[in-house]
């Protein structure tokens, strides 16, 4: 199965896609999480991506469209995969379809997690994860047992920079005209998948499961 997760930042789709490529045995790609690692890094990836990602802005089409390709030509996508933060532009989108419609593949599903303003807010202010192990934690939701540090690994929890309220707004901006585009693009080809993103990641992921037919 080859799917998209879509979603404002926030909306769980990074948590959802990755419990989901488990199940159904798929490889979960997030742009997002090859971002930071190259930043990490100091790759020349990292160098042309950190200065967009610090201020919230989308990372140009062209270097991002290279990172997927790169992924389609080694093979790595070729057993099915869930593409977690790409696309993000109508470009980005139409890039992806030439890139499959070359080797025949598709976009099964663009599975769109639905969550309000307000939630999205409350959520990304809550959000941090452990500078070590990179697991993700939520306040007041899913805290660790002792403040700050990681339940799995002891490192230590920081909030993503881009998580911090001023960036925080102007990624929801972004989303908004940039990337919101997209769900139009992907209900035009009757793929998308619309999922209240509400409620407990059970709830959620039961709504996934049973829209896709993978319960
Ligand atoms: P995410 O973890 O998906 O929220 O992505 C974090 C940041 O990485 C975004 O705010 C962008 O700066 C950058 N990014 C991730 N995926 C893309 C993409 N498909 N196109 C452009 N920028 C991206």
């Known amino acids: 199965m080859n799917l998209i997760f879509l979603g404002a930042p926030g909306s769980g ?22 971002l930071r690692a190259a930043v990490k890094n100091g790759t020349e990836l990292g160098k042309k991506a950190e200065q967009f990602m610090t201020a919230g802005e989308l990372v140009p089409d062209d270097v991002i469209v290279g990172l997927i390709e790169e992924k389609q030509t080694s093979g790595a996508l070729g057993s099915g995969f869930i593409l977690d933060g ?3 532009t109508i470009p980005q989108a139409e890039a992806l379809d030439a890139m499959f419609g070359r080797v025949g ?4 599903r663009a ?11 409350k959520r990304l202010s809550g959000r941090m994860y452990c500078s070590g192990c990179q ?7 899913n805290m660790p047992k002792v403040e700050g540090v990681c339940d799995k690994c002891g490192g230590k929890l920081v909030r993503r ?8 707004k102007n990624r929801l901006e972004v ?5 919101q585009p997209i769900e139009n693009y992907y209900r035009n080809q009757s793929v998308l998948l619309e999922i209240k993103g509400i409620g407990t990641p059970n709830d959620i992921f039961g709504r996934i499961e049973e ?5």
């Open 13 to 34: 789709k990074g948590t959802q896609a990755v419990r989901l490529a488990e199940k159904i045995s798929v490889l979960h790609l997030s742009t997002g999480d090859l």
């Open 211 to 215: 829209g896709l037919g993978v319960a």
């Open 105 to 108: 593949a598709k976009i099964d």
């Open 135 to 141: 697991a993700g934690y939520n306040y007041p939701a």
């Open 161 to 168: 920079p881009d998580d911090e309220p001023d960036v925080v």
């Open 86 to 88: 790409f696309p993000r």
């Open 175 to 179: 989303y908004k005209k940039q990337t």
């Open 111 to 121: 599975v769109l997690l639905d969550v309000d303003d307000e939630e999205i807010i």
